[in-house]
Nanobody, 126 residues
Framework: QVQLVESGGGLVQAGGSLRLSCAAS????????MGWFRRAPGKEREFVAA????????YYAASVEGRFTISRDNVKNTAYLEMNSLKPEDTAVYYC???????????????????WGQGTQVTVSS
């Protein structure tokens, strides 16, 4: 069982930056791929970014490529999402998730994940 707690959300102006953190419980953090998803108002939850268990491979949605960076610290049992050049359309609840799979295709899909956090709100004002 893995418990995930997100933090770092908030209100920021367009063009600004935020760094989200996802703290994981347990001793097996380094066995899981980690992902970030988001749900904007009135929309389905969508993939944002993922990182494999070693941190050696990362994947991004086209809408955030070049602006967002996913990383992890396997000593601190924490995953991060650095978000730069934020846009109003980035406004959403952001969720982190943990996956046993290391298959890139599944790491980009919600069904590939075994554990989810409760989410943190990110609001970007224009």
């Amino acid at each position: 069982q893995v418990q995930l707690v997100e933090s770092g959300g908030g209100l920021v102006q367009a063009g600004g930056s935020l760094r989200l953190s996802c703290a994981a419980s347990g001793r097996t953090f380094n066995l899981y791929a980690m992902g970030w998803f988001r749900r904007a108002p009135g929309k389905e939850r969508e993939f944002v970014a993922a990182i494999n268990k070693s941190g050696g491979s990362t994947y991004y949605a086209a809408s955030v490529e070049g602006r967002f960076t996913i990383s992890r610290d396997n000593v601190k049992n924490t995953a991060y999402l650095e978000m730069n050049s934020l846009k109003p359309e980035d406004t959403a609840v952001y969720y982190c998730a943990a996956a046993r799979t290391q298959v890139p295709t599944l790491m980009k899909q919600q069904r590939g994940y075994d554990y989810w956090g409760q989410g943190t709100q990110v609001t970007v004002s224009s």
